[in-house]
């Protein structure tokens, strides 16, 4: 029925699922045809709790989770609804704003447009995870030293991005850096002084 | 969003033969379009097979040319120093895609395979015959102008909208597939279709099959080349009009040309007779023009799209000029 | 106590700014409450009819949903009494839209179903599973096909001194008749105030006749009001937090059908209910500064001076509701005419009610007339500037009083100067750059500076601290921090030892 998946982790919880799923299957497959699609459309609460969840195991802000995540859950909505980490926000939900960015291992993406069950495994860092302690990251500081927002909600999405910005390599001119941050938008305008804090912490040579 | 099943696959042919089996069932990579899809209910796949664990990522240089696998992602493949060295057009053309962020979550395969961002296909309220084969095509009669100039058919008037598509094709790559009934290559001008009486298929991969390499062939394109996308922001937004222009001067006169238009048709759309016209040709404005001039014959506007009638050949001019002075 | 202005006028770095940078600040959708529930509204998918079926079987069946509310099902909310004498008039004539009140369909995407389940896949999931029939109707929304039946709004019908009545100082139109005239029209499409955050409300009735909202609103008072109202419940029982708001431009200032809807559904399931709308839905059922269709007649004597303007304006606003800004009103004192004419009309379409965006009003009123202006210059052949300054207003000619204040002229030679206007070519398109052609442009903006009470209170701490506090709300312009500036200056107390 499903293909092997072997997962490093959870090795047993997987097997465990896997046949609870693949019984609760077989039942269904002996069940006169009428009622499987009634079961199928209705899925009552039984039913679709054994479809519903799947184990997922990652790091987030240096952080082990292991938790049980539905599908359809995108990391973002992860994030925010079932580990409460708000600080990533939603603009869109379609990948075209950058609001919602973070880093997995490292790299910058959007959170809205991948499903949490993909990032088994990995290390996701949300702008919660930044600052060291009560020490804020450069490129905090930067924001606030220039005023690199007004309403904020764009303000954690710009920051991970700028971040991943200057590490990549591309805040070498003002030009480059507009075209490496254009997948974060404001609303209210703040573009020039973000430009302005990324080419402060790029020029200060701070690690980032 | 439909609840689905989701499952990891480790080995590619265990991954082909759920999706082979299953009509329901799709691939999944970087997700950066099927996820949108899915939330918007365009497309409801019952089980996704989570691809991305697949060793299909390298780039690598083989005999006479570049192989890159088809989970290489958009990002790594415009970074990577053989690319950069040997196809430099591909390069340009990706990096004008899309965002920083969605470059680091899309996969080559993907990118062939993102769909049209039509505004009725999108709309489940409205008609589509490649969302619902059958009902109509609702931007025949209605907001057009983002729509095809070319190959277009009274079922579909939509456009591709990859940037990379229309690098691929001008270089000449060759797709590689892997499905059920085995392994095989396809030219990628042969990858994506015209919409026909068939829109609801943009591409001519059968079920189940994967794409798990693109190959391209070395050539002399490592120069004079330019990837001109015109938009109606600076960045991040879909091409209005592009061209992909790759040329071999020598003593100022053009020895082989690649030409495509991006967003002008349902698939990446090759130049091949304005590529003729400009061989043998000096590399002035005035070829060019000569060049564009055959590239827009059979060029059809809709009600709001007549902008690209103008906008597409001085596009094309415009990047053979960049390009030629590279 | 007044003390030398230290800080106000200074720089200071934003007193939210180390919540905003580190993901602390909570918007609307961000607040965690035991039992929370999600609600996902659904759309109709015509502009104007009857819903005359609405299937929720499946909906109500799937997984996790806690309950599916239409017009059929909704409770009675007390606020959304009949008005009207009229029974064929739809119910909400003269008033915001009343949520799932009855089966009437007046705009695209009007909500027509709320979805309450236990986590949002499951509500948005449920959403699509709905199924309604309408009895269409043609629809209208063109406003241009409209101007006929373009009318005078109640307001200034019922009163004549309303900036939205006609207004006439010399001859009506007078410009028709004079030799040297432009008449010209300009036309402004709806613009979305598209905001970062799209509209959030967490509800939660925390006894039957206590309500808190987490709200995005730029008005913490007037969502209580409207609520207290919608619901009979005096204001002190309806609470309304607004922390941070995500950006909106104009288009919080307002209370929308999400928000009742959100309310009835967390009255429906009595649990809090946290809705967030989609993006598409900040297109549809928010405001927007509105399509309006102007109409400008200059007239002027051959050495500058304007003898006549008239200014016409349609916007549009929808059926259930009436949306009116002063799109004129610059237009009435801004410039020296004898004779001037404006009209101010609407025109009902089947849309949603617009909202006031960025300077409504007279950011539309002043595109055409300075455009006008500009045209007018260019018929005279006189420099745009130069014109402007021979039509100068010493004091306001619809009021016939002196200014309070009026710099505008410095405004003009400083700018002049920054830009090198006098570099100005009077033909347009005579200066190239490579590609580019250049040019120099003006244009003159005004925006009323109104004034009121506000109330704020102070605590003054043992240990030297302040803390303020008011019901204002801060989308983006650094209200806390400006709040901060002032009550330093005030009180001699340093910024650091005060909270706002």
Known sequence: MNPESDTPANHDEARRTFLKQSSLLTALALVPAPVVTAAAEGFDERVAAAFEKIPLSLKVNGVKHKVSVEPRATLLDFLREQLHLTGTKKGCDYGQCGACTVHVDGQRVNSCLSFAVMHDGQEITTIEGLADGDKLHPMQEAFVKHDGFQCGYCTPGQIMSAVACVREGHAGTAAEIQEYMSGNICRCGAYANIVAAIQDVKGGGQKV | MNQFQYVRASKPQAAIDVVAKDPTAKFIAGGTNLVDLMKRGVMTPQKLVDINRLPLAKIESQHNGLRIGALALNSTVANDAQVRAKQPLLALALNAGASPQLRNMATVGGNMLQRTRCSYFYDLAMPCNKREPGTGCGALEGINRMHAIFGASSTCIAVHPSDMSVALVALDATVLISGPKGERRLAFGDFHRLPGDTPERDSNLEAGELITAVEIPDNAFTKHVHYQKVRERASYAFALVSAAVALDIENNTIKAARLAFGSVAHKPWRLTAAEQALVGQPATEASFRRAAEVAMQGAKAFKHNAYKLKLAPNTLVQALKTASAA | ?500
């Not at chain 3, 001194?161 to 432009?182: E, F, H, N, T, V």
């Not at chain 3, 709806?190 to 987490?214: K, V």
């Open chain 3, 1 to 500: 106590m007044k003390t030398q202005d230290k800080h106000i006028g200074g720089s200071m770095s934003r007193v939210d700014g180390y919540l905003k940078v580190t993901g602390g600040a909570r918007y609307s959708a961000e607040y965690e409450l035991p039992g929370m529930t999600y609600g996902v509204l659904v759309g109709s998918t015509i502009a104007k009819g009857r819903i005359t079926s609405i299937d929720t079987k499946a909906a109500e069946r799937a997984p996790g949903v806690l309950a599916v509310i239409t017009h059929l099902n909704s409770p009675k909310v007390p606020g959304f009494k009949p008005t009207g004498k009229d029974p064929s008039q739809p119910q909400t004539v003269g008033g915001p839209l009343k949520v799932f009140h009855d089966e009437k369909v007046l705009f695209n995407d009007q909500p027509i179903a709320l979805v309450v389940a236990d986590t949002f896949e499951r509500a948005r999931h449920a959403a699509r599973l709905i199924k309604a029939q309408y009895a269409k109707e043609t629809h209208q929304t063109d406003l241009e096909a409209s101007a006929t039946q373009a009318f005078l709004p109640t307001q200034a019908k019922k009163n004549p001194k309303s900036p939205m009545a006609d207004y006439q100082r010399g001859q009506a139109d007078a410009y028709k008749s004079a030799s040297l005239k432009i008449e010209q029209e300009y036309v402004i499409p709806n613009e979305m105030h598209s905001p970062m955050e799209m509209q959030s409300i967490t509800a939660h009735w925390e006894a039957p006749d206590r309500l808190t909202l987490y709200d995005k609103t730029q008005g913490t008072m007037g969502t209580r009001r409207d609520f207290a109202k919608e619901w009979n419940l005096p204001e002190e029982n309806v609470k309304v937090i607004a922390t941070f708001v995500g950006g909106a431009f104009g288009n919080a200032l307002h209370s929308w059908p999400h928000e009742s809807a959100a309310v009835i559904g967390a009255k429906v399931v009595n649990r809090p209910l946290k809705l967030m709308l989609t993006r598409e839905q900040m297109f549809t059922m928010v405001g927007y500064r509105p399509y309006t269709w102007q109409k400008v007649g200059m007239s002027a004597t051959p050495d500058g001076k304007i003898t006549a303007i008239s200014h016409d304006s349609i916007g549009q606003t929808s059926t259930y509701e009436e949306f009116t800004e002063s799109t004129l009103a610059q237009t009435r004192m801004m410039y020296t005419s004898p004779n001037l004419t404006t009209r101010y009309r609407l025109a009902a379409l089947d849309v949603s009610t617009p909202i006031w965006m960025r300077g409504p009003g007279e950011a539309t009123g002043a595109f055409a007339l300075e455009s006008a202006m500009d045209e007018m210059a260019h018929l005279l052949k006189l420099d745009p500037l130069e014109f402007r300054l021979r039509n100068y207003t010493d004091q306001d000619p619809e009021k016939n009083r002196p200014w309070s204040t009026k710099f505008l002229k410095e405004c003009y030679q400083l700018g002049a100067d920054r830009i090198g206007w006098k570099n100005r070519k009077l033909e347009p398109g005579a200066v190239r750059e490579g590609d580019w052609l250049l040019g120099y442009g003006m244009g003159v903006g005004t925006f009323g500076a109104h004034r009121g009470s506000a109330h704020v209170s102070a605590q003054l701490l043992p240990n030297g601290h302040v803390v303020l506090q008011c019901a204002t709300t801060d989308i983006g312009p650094g209200t806390g921090t400006a709040m901060t500036q002032i009550a330093a200056d005030t009180l001699g107390i340093d910024p650091s030892h005060i909270t706002f």
